[in-house]
Each structure stands twice: as C-alpha cells, then as structure tokens.
C-alpha cells in the first residue's frame, strides 16, 4: 500500500510542479519538450526524497499522531483515494495535505492517541503562509516582468 500510495504522490506533485510550466514551454520560441520538462520534475522529486523523505517520515509516522501497521494503513487508503480521484478529474491536489489529514484523522479516530495540537497547528500556519508567500511571489514577478517587458 505504501508503494502504491508513493506513486500517486509521486505523479501528483511532479503534474503540480511542471503543470505551470507547460504554457511556457509552447510560448518560448526554442521550445521546450514535454520530455524534458517531465524530466526535469522527476530529477527534482527525486531531490527533494533524498533530502527531505527521512525526516519528513519521521514527522509523520511520529509527530503528529502516533501510528502503528493498521492506523498507517487506515490513513494511506482513503488518502491514495482522494489523490486518484482528484488526478481523474485534474484538480490539483497537494499529495502533503491529505495524507497528513488522513494521519490526524486516524488520531483521533484512535481516541486522540498522541496527536499532537502544537505540531497541527504549526503545520496549518505553515500552509497559510505558504500560499500567502506563493500568492505575493507569483503576483509580484508577474508585475515586473510585465513592467520590463513593457
């Protein structure tokens, strides 16, 4: 289940890193191919699972909520749902959220064993600062390239 569930985040945070750029590489007037792009993707989850896959684990299988073989596998089912659901249909999907949502969930489903409230409400505030940074970033880039380009 754990492979599986990989695969599907996998596949949804590479569309959601490169899905912005495809514009992009039809308007530039060398082009760039479609391989190369989901090439590029991949070479950077691959980064990011090599530097960050170990602790992030570790947060989630023990920070959050404490979570055993059959809690794992309560949280991880309907999550990989979700995603699949959500890749049928094209809407973007941060993989991170529901499989941490699905890990508070199975938590407290568990009578609240070892949820930890200061670590949840760390990870909120980092989302909403995330997509505050992301929203101020993508509007003022957008307006300076603009200006440059006249």
């Known amino acids: 289940m754990g492979g599986l569930v990989a695969f599907s985040a996998g ?8 899905g912005p750029l495809l ?5 530039i ?3 760039i191919p479609l391989v190369a792009v989901l090439f590029g993707g991949g070479i ?7 530097t960050g896959a170990p602790r ?10 404490s ?10 089912i309907p999550s990989f749902a979700i995603a699949q659901t959500a890749v049928l249909f094209g809407i973007p999907v941060s993989f991170n959220e529901i499989i941490v949502s699905a890990i508070i969930g199975s938590g407290y489903a568990a009578g609240g064993a070892g949820v930890s409230a200061e670590k949840m409400g760390k990870t ?27």
Request: proline residues 4%; charged residues 5%; positive net charge.
């Open 44 to 50: 950077g989850l691959l980064l990011g699972s090599w």
């Open 11 to 18: 596949g949804s945070q590479v569309g959601l890193a490169i």
């Open 67 to 76: 979570l055993g073989p059959r809690r794992s596998i309560a949280a991880l």
């Open 56 to 65: 992030m684990i570790k947060a989630l299988s023990q920070d959050y909520s």
């Open 23 to 27: 514009p992009l590489a039809d308007t």
């Open 124 to 150: 909120v505030l980092a989302w909403v600062l995330s997509l505050a940074l992301a929203l101020g970033l993508g509007c003022g880039i957008y307006a300076a390239v603009t200006t440059v380009a006249g």
């Open 29 to 31: 007037p060398v082009g």
